[in-house]
């Protein structure tokens, strides 16, 4: 598969380039998403297969084929390998909402890679996608996410006591929030 930048919105920053991820990009989705660490919060099992990696590339095709979503590869420019991902998901169109998610490899980690990325999308949800609200759903013990989005803006609304069934286990998740006239006034 090709990348479709026709339709595919490139969105950059200034270290990053948020683009599809594609078959070809297997590989190093892979190598990411393989991280025990990385996958602590993720609602899956650490990937044990390439074809776990090309079976997380179709979800992303179909969320988009689905219209309930969009995922971006983030790659950073002077490399272009797709080093995690970002996007949105579980879209209500009639109520102009999404929800957020993005994972980041563990060599990335501490950089603000992800806060430069998910701030990117977060930007062209809001001016191309007509989002009012943007809400984030995220495990109490996962603070490095909690700091992010808070960092962004975003509120948190309460906790959602057992909300997901994920690695065997019942997870609370907090709710975060932000409306667009919230972000608005931030940038």
Known sequence: ??????????????????????????A???SYLSDEDVMKYYGLEPFTSINNALNE????????????GMRWGI????????????????KVAQHFR???????SKEQWGKGIASEAVEAIIR???????????????EPPNQASQKLVEKLGFVREGLLRNYEFTRGKFDDLYMYSLLKQD???KS
């Open 1 to 26: 598969m090709n990348i479709d930048t026709e339709t595919f919105p490139v969105l950059e920053t200034k270290r990053l380039v948020l683009r599809q991820v594609t078959q070809e990009d297997a």
């Open 28 to 30: 190093s989705v892979f």
């Open 57 to 68: 590339i179709s979800w992303y095709e179909s969320i988009r084929d689905n219209k309930t």
């Open 75 to 90: 790659t950073l420019k002077e490399q272009g390998i797709v080093v995690g991902s970002c996007g949105f998901h579980n």
């Open 98 to 104: 999404t929800e957020i998610g993005f994972e980041l």
């Open 124 to 138: 062209y949800g809001y001016e191309q996608m007509n989002f009012q609200r943007i809400e984030a759903l995220i």
């Open 183 to 185: 972000f608005d006034k």
